[in-house]
């Protein structure tokens, strides 16, 4: 957080001060829930007078992009990615097609967001790309589902970041808020299925080296690849559950009649 801020070079006003921090909030270089510096710190970093500083950041508070906390310093507010309104989600949650017709967008979004990276990826893009794939492979070696599918929402976030698209970036932070809001709660029993956890790093592992290589059609295929094999995976996952759920009722069933065959009258 330290050196994300440069100096205002020429009038050192609040509007220049508040227009820098909107730009890294939109660039996602700021994020919902980070901690400014302190206001001497950040005043030096910007070069500006604490009264300049305390100015824009109360301008941004009254936007609803800051929030100041009684003795916790002033935070980003959570507005990044909240594309869907409560009633929304909770249709979403209610309604099985809405599962499909997500996974439909994030197909074509993640191919092109990943088509975009592969082309924009700068050297330090691909440094946290590289980070965040030995985290997904010591999470595959320790066959920790839960941490595994942190880190896939966290490289695809990634992913949308390297394409450096700022409306790309915010479409694509909402429909991962889905993900980590519980709405899709059986994404993670896709990582049950035999062979769908390799599958998925396999994937994974395709969608980094297409990008790390600069290779955009190949990056673009691998990232509509991968939701496509989410989508029969999920949908298998679903079918398996079904199965499961009537093979318990049968057998409750059997144990409750002492396994004899009712006779039709």
């Known amino acids: 957080m330290s050196d994300i801020f440069s100096r205002i070079e020429h009038s050192r006003t609040a509007d220049e001060v508040v ?3 909107e730009s890294l909030i939109l660039e996602g270089v700021l994020r919902a829930g980070d901690r400014l510096p302190g206001e001497r710190e950040m005043a030096k970093q910007l070069d500006v007078s604490r009264p300049i500083l305390r100015d824009a950041l109360k301008a941004l508070e009254t936007r609803g ?5 009684h003795g916790g310093g002033t935070h980003v507010a959570d507005v990044i990615g909240q594309v869907f309104s409560k009633p929304v989600m909770e249709l979403i949650v209610s309604h099985r097609k809405a599962a499909s017709d997500y996974l439909e967008y994030r197909r074509e979004i993640e191919g092109l967001a990943a088509e975009y990276a592969a082309r924009r990826a700068t050297r330090e893009d691909l440094a946290m790309l590289d980070g965040i794939m030995q985290r997904m492979e010591a999470a595959y070696g320790r066959a920790d589902f839960e941490e595994e599918a942190a880190i896939d929402v966290e490289f695809h976030h990634a992913v949308g970041e390297c394409a450096h698209n700022i409306i790309l970036l915010h479409t694509l932070r ?3 808020r889905l993900l980590s809001d519980g709405v899709f709660q059986n994404r993670l029993v896709v990582f049950a299925l035999p062979a769908a956890r390799d599958a998925l790093f396999d994937q994974h592992k395709a969608i980094h080296r297409a990008v790390a290589t600069g290779d955009a059609a190949g990056a673009r295929k691998a990232a509509m690849d991968h939701i496509s094999y989410l989508e029969r995976a999920m949908a298998e996952a679903e079918r398996s559950s079904d ?5 318990r009722l049968r057998l409750k069933q059997r144990l409750e009649t002492g396994g004899a065959d009712r006779k039709l009258p």
């Open 19 to 21: 227009q820098q921090i």
């Open 174 to 176: 909402s429909c991962y």
């Open 65 to 69: 992009l800051m929030v100041s906390r």
């Open 243 to 247: 199965w499961q759920r009537i093979s």
